[in-house]
Every structure is written in C-alpha cells, then in structure tokens.
Antibody, heavy 121, light 113 residues
Framework: EVQLLESGGGLVQPGGSLRLSCAAS????????MFWVRQAPEKGLEWVAT?????????LYADSVKGRFTISRDNSRNTLYLQMSSLRAEDTAIYYC?????????????WGQGTLVPVSS | DIVMTQSPESLAVSQGERATFNCKSS????????????LAWYQQKPGQPPKLLIY???TRESGVPDRFSGSGSGTDFTLTISSLQAEDVAVYYC?????????FGQGTKLEIK
C-alpha cells in the first residue's frame, strides 16, 4: 500500500525557515518523480515543486517560490524534502507531497495527508 | 502558463441526479505524440487531501465508482457523476500536467440539493 507521510510543519515567523519531509513507503521510491503542492486556507491547489526520479537532478519550481524553496530527495531514506526559507505570510498553507506515475509530466497518483505551515509573527 | 477555468463555481444537485463539471484550458493539453490528454480530475472532501478520480481525461482510477466519468479533448473537458450520492459532496478540481507549471482549476463545490 502506497503511503506518504508529511512532517515538519508548524508555526514560523516571516523571514524564517522550515524543512518539510515526506516519508514514502509501499513503492520503489527512487523510480518515481515526486511533487509538492500547497493549499492556502479555504483556497485551491497550487503546484509548488517537482523533482524527477533517480538522482533528482532535475527540479522545477513555481515562480512564487523560486529562489526560496528547494526540493530534494534521499532515496536511501525513501524521503522527499522541501527546504523553505525567507517565508512570507502568503506561504501559509497545507503542504502536500504527491507521487507521480513515473516521470515529471505525470498526474498525481497518490497524496499525503499534508502538513500545515502557518507563517505569522 | 496554462490557465484552467472550471465552471460552475458551485453546483447543487439532488441525490440520484446527474452532476456535470466543466474545465477549459487556455492551451491544448493534448500531446499529439502519444494522443493523450494530460488532464486529471481530483475529488477533495473537507479535511482530506485530494484524491485522484480520472486521468488521461477519461480513464477512471482503480476503485473509483463507475458513476464517475470523464470526457473531452484538447482544451475542453467534462467530469460527470451519473447518479449523485451523498458521499460525493466535495470540491472537484481539474489539473493539467502537460506543461510546467502544472496548474489546477479553481475548483467546483458540489452540494446536495
């Protein structure tokens, strides 16, 4: 059974940093591209970042987070990360990790339960 | 960026009746190399993550009831629930994964009339 479990969320001040983790199980993690998607309170879904399969050499970012967020993966730990810095109030959201069906041009087959990141002083 | 526009914003349908959701993309999401539409539909119930319903515009995900169906190609797509059940109350999102940035529609909220 595929499972994705996000962690690392919590209250952070504007300008602060946070690292989110997504522990994956039930599939061969290294062979799948992975995604981060966020959802601001009472709002819709926003793609945040993509990392390709294998070594994760290819990464893509939404303009709204480019230069501030970094997606990475540790295939030995079956874990996806999102390093977030210079956080702003508008980054407040539930952050979901999602699994592809293989490559980066994929629909999002499975989603984690999400982790909440409130950015506030 | 490809803009995904869903209509209506909200929908109230009686149990047992048909519900129809529309999604229009600002550019084609049809890949002519493999003849696949890079369009998916998700269902999100309150307090839950999105759940995949339909992929490649018309393929039902395993385990999804057959009252859910998807259609369309190119830039115009439809999700249909043939006979609404109470547990179908949710927000429904379309999603293009053809071109980065991947983009979602704003969602259609479905309620029981």
């Amino acid at each position: 059974e595929v499972q994705l479990l996000e962690s690392g969320g919590g209250l952070v001040q504007p300008g602060g940093s946070l690292r989110l983790s997504c522990a994956a199980s039930g599939f061969t993690f290294s062979t799948y591209a992975m995604f981060w998607v966020r959802q601001a309170p009472e709002k819709g879904l926003e793609w945040v970042a993509t990392i390709d399969n294998g070594s994760g050499a290819k990464t893509l970012y939404a303009d709204s987070v480019k230069g501030r967020f970094t997606i990475s993966r540790d295939n030995s730990r079956n874990t996806l990360y999102l390093q977030m810095s210079s956080l702003r109030a508008e980054d407040t959201a539930i952050y979901y990790c999602a699994k592809s069906i293989g490559g980066i041009s994929s629909y999002y087959e499975y989603w984690g339960q999400g982790t909440l990141v409130p950015v506030s002083s | 960026d490809i803009v995904m526009t869903q209509s209506p914003e909200s929908l109230a349908v009686s149990q047992g009746e048909r519900a129809t959701f529309n999604c229009k993309s600002s550019q084609t999401v049809l890949n002519s190399a493999n003849n696949k539409n890079y369009l998916a539909w998700y269902q999100q119930k309150p307090g839950q993550p999105p759940k995949l319903l339909i992929y490649w515009a018309s393929t039902r995900e395993s385990g999804v009831p057959d009252r859910f169906s998807g259609s369309g190609s190119g830039t115009d797509f439809t999700l249909t629930i043939s006979s609404l059940q109470a547990e179908d109350v949710a927000v429904y999102y379309c999603h293009q994964h053809y071109i980065t940035p991947h983009t979602f529609g704003q969602g259609t909220k479905l309620e029981i009339k």
